[in-house]
């Protein structure tokens, strides 16, 4: 994934890989909403820095939850709201971390 942001150096890119194991439980009619949890390890490349914050280390841990719904004939499409957090979790400071909200649409193939 490619950011880019929007108050740090102008036109500053950044790469983020990672690795998110993640738990999922559905329930619900046809089991089509959703709950999901995941911890794992990132990248963010350069070392992420915007105006009012840095990151120390350019390896984060990642944790998400969210809530989610399938729907469709097939339950090919779904929807959910995730809130992301990345930190150093305290490998090296500053460690300010980073919050995301997020609205997601996703289709199974």
Do not use: C, W
């Amino acid at each position: 994934m490619e950011t880019r942001a929007t108050d740090g150096q102008p036109g500053q890119r950044y790469t983020h890989v990672g690795l998110t194991p993640t738990f999922r439980y559905a329930f619900g009619a046809e089991r089509s909403i959703f709950v999901e949890l995941g911890v794992g390890f990132n990248t963010i490349t350069p070392r992420y820095h915007i105006k009012n914050k840095q990151f120390s280390t350019i390896f984060n841990f990642g944790d998400h939850v969210a809530i989610g719904k399938r729907f469709g004939g097939n339950l090919e499409n779904e929807v959910s709201l995730r809130i992301e957090h990345f930190s150093n979790a305290g490998l090296g400071q500053p460690n300010p971390g980073q919050n995301f909200g997020q609205l997601r649409y996703a289709r199974h193939f």
